[in-house]
């Protein structure tokens, strides 16, 4: 059996345990012995980030030769168009080289959605929306390059699911801990 924490990461908080002068980390919402993050999410991104004690598992989840899809709630500055979308769908070329085709579609605003502190900047006359984008790389801050690649920079980024486990009901700071089996070969 492996244990799995399912953990709401919200803004500002670092992916580590130890402690950093100028962001919380993990020790301050997560006191379960002898987990690790199975990836990361910037200070400035939000939502699911997963945790286990099980090295394999770790590796399963977080190796982008895996390609486990993740989820992402993106706020964008303006409304996106469909050719935006499109070109998300296809793949963007970005200064690493292009990334593979995304999931990319428009959403409502997440009626579970928390406010965010702090909130994110408001321009009076531009107005902001909503997609999901599902990626299966990991590049860093890829998701916000994507989208400014295609003309409509990121305003505030959540990570919904990772795989086959998502945000639930977990509130910002909550944290739920399962066992899981896990096959070794």
Known sequence: MSQLVLFN????????FSP???HPSLAEY???????????????SEGLLLLTDDGKLQH??????????KTYWVQLDNEITDEALEQLRQGVQLK???????????????????????????????PTCWI???IKEGRNRQVRRMTAAV?????RLI????????????????????NINTTRA
């Open 9 to 16: 990461k919200p803004y500002g908080v670092i992916c580590q």
């Open 30 to 44: 997560i006191t379960i012995k002898d987990v690790y993050p199975a990836g990361r999410l910037d200070h400035d």
């Open 20 to 22: 950093d002068d100028k």
């Open 96 to 126: 690493d080289g292009p990334t593979k085709p995304a999931k990319a579609r428009r959403i409502e605003e997440p009626t579970q959605l928390w406010p965010r502190t702090p909130p994110i900047r408001v321009r009076q006359n531009i």
């Open 132 to 134: 999901e984008l599902t």
């Open 60 to 69: 399963k989840i977080s190796h982008p030769r895996n390609k486990m899809a």
């Open 151 to 155: 003309g409509f920079p990121t305003l």
């Open 159 to 178: 990570r919904y699911a990772i795989g086959e486990w998502n945000l639930d009901n977990l509130r910002p700071g909550e944290h739920l801990s399962i």
